[in-house]
């Protein structure tokens, strides 16, 4: 099936670094969102892209929509130890259907 | 309720045995989805419910699998006969409506171990 390919897998942050993780697609998609998981929660979403070149803040968080429609990005500004989670891209294939990626787990450096 | 409330939080099953995952999706959401996450993987699309109905159930894996929505509000997903690769945790989000997915909520899901 389809899939979306996230990198890096996992990442060490240390508080105050600003932190990167994209995602890239075969196939065009014309909504992508990201979207945080705490452990043992579900998904929350954080940020959604509509229009290709796009950029989106929503707080220290920055994500863009590729201008091919195939890739996603998104940044943390100036980490803290809250951001500590697994963190999803997923782009939207039908009105009910949301293609994730495998996620990026962030970890504190110890 | 405040939330998607799926039960039970986590449930261990022995190979062969039959489980239920039940969802109940926030008051007057009409739009249902289940998702299935295996250990260090994305979600992966099981079936979507509009009120009562089910327009797509191409992500059940097998026949093993089947879902319900009874009232347009609580949701089951059972897995018969289970098997080792059923293990993951089972995820519910819902919607105010059709074509509001970006909306949706996810519940806390079950976390389902086959031994």
């Known amino acids: 099936g389809q899939q979306l390919n996230q990198s890096p897998q996992s990442m060490f942050i240390q508080e105050g670094e600003d932190v990167s993780m994209n995602c890239t697609s075969s196939s065009i998609f014309n909504t992508w969102l990201w979207y945080k998981q705490d452990p043992g929660e579900g998904p929350v979403l954080l940020i959604a892209?509509?229009?290709?070149?796009e950029l989106t803040s929503n707080g220290r968080l920055t994500a863009q929509f590729g201008i091919t429609r195939k890739d996603s990005f998104l940044n943390i500004s100036a980490s803290i130890p809250s951001d500590v989670g697994i963190y999803f891209c997923?782009?939207?294939?039908?009105?009910?259907?949301?293609?994730f990626g495998s996620g990026t787990r962030l970890l504190v450096r110890p | 309720g405040a939330g998607v409330s799926q039960s039970p939080s986590n449930k261990v099953t022995e190979k062969g045995k039959d489980v239920e995952l039940r969802c109940d999706p926030i008051?007057?959401?009409?739009?249902l989805y289940w998702y299935r996450q295996s250990l260090g993987q994305g979600l992966e699309f099981l079936i979507y419910f509009q009120g009562n109905s089910a327009p797509d159930k191409s992500g059940l894996p097998s026949d093993r699998f089947s879902a319900e929505r009874t009232g347009g509000s609580v949701s089951t997903l059972t897995i018969q006969r289970t098997q080792q690769e059923d293990s993951a945790v089972y995820l519910c989000a819902s919607s105010l409506g059709p074509r509001s997915l970006t909306e949706a909520f996810f519940g806390q899901g079950t976390r389902l171990t086959v031994v």
């Open positions: 008051s007057g959401h009409t739009a």
């Open positions: 892209l509509y229009k290709a070149g």
């Open positions: 997923a782009g939207l294939y039908s009105s009910y259907k949301l293609i």
